[in-house]
């Protein structure tokens, strides 16, 4: 398995608060992922990197920024939350193969 | 048409039955096909990937790959209560970033 972790594991938040959630990773894998899970909608991708500095917007962007300074970082931002980013989100990454894998995933609640 | 489609579920079969799981995608241009279970409350876990037509067995898991019918499948054999999860289809459609797609998953329940 790839060494992923994301942090924090659990967070419960305000409306309007700005939230910052970790990933990292010891495989040295190009690409990594910001996804979000929710019961009726599967994965969705939010935002990708596909190098340092190097991101791009995936699926449902909106309300969401994404930074990547170093291979093994990949942090998302919720600029103000809304209830409506209360969710699950996890973080992969991509190997040489197209295999992606997981980490553990963050559960945000936005009250 | 969605890029991947799957059954919901949930699919219910008797321990040590084979649990055949399905998987249709749009993209002609799809060009690897991956499997991953996921257990309640936990993230995502890759469990079979299968890049050509054909059969790729794995333990008690064979995905099965058509890319005429556009379709692939995985089957797991002799199967136990801890194979109880959602299955997740994934379809890699290019080497860029956001070509790859997942699909809704399915359930499955494994009575013992």
């Known amino acids: 398995d790839a060494g992923i972790t994301q942090s924090p594991r659990h967070k419960v938040t305000e409306t309007g608060t700005p939230v910052t959630l970790r990933c990292h990773q010891t495989?040295?894998?190009?690409?990594m992922y910001w996804y979000r899970q929710d019961p009726g909608h599967g994965l969705r991708l939010i935002h990708y990197s596909y190098g340092v500095k190097d991101t791009d917007k995936g699926e449902v962007s909106d309300g969401y920024s994404v930074s990547r300074s170093k291979t093994e970082d990949f942090l998302l931002t919720l600029e103000s939350a809304t209830s409506s980013q209360t969710s699950v989100y996890f973080c992969?990454?991509?190997?040489?193969?197209?295999?992606?894998?997981f980490g553990p995933g963050t559960r945000l609640t936005v009250l | 048409q969605k890029e991947v489609e799957q059954n919901s579920g949930p699919l219910s079969v008797p321990e040590g039955a084979i649990a055949s799981l399905n998987c249709t995608y749009s993209?002609?241009?799809?060009?690897?096909f991956f499997w991953y279970r996921q257990y309640s409350g936990k993230s995502p876990e890759l469990i079979m990937s299968i890049y050509s037509n054909g059969d790729k067995e794995d333990g008690r898991f064979t995905a099965q790959l058509n890319k005429a019918s556009q379709y692939v499948s995985l089957l797991i054999r002799d199967s136990q209560p801890s194979d109880s999860a959602t299955y997740l289809c994934a379809v890699n459609r290019g080497n860029y970033g956001q070509n790859f797609v997942f699909g809704p998953g399915t359930r499955l329940s494994v009575l013992p």
């Open positions: 992969a990454t991509r190997d040489s193969w197209g295999e992606q894998f």
């Open positions: 495989e040295n894998h190009r690409y």
């Open positions: 993209d002609r241009g799809s060009q690897s």
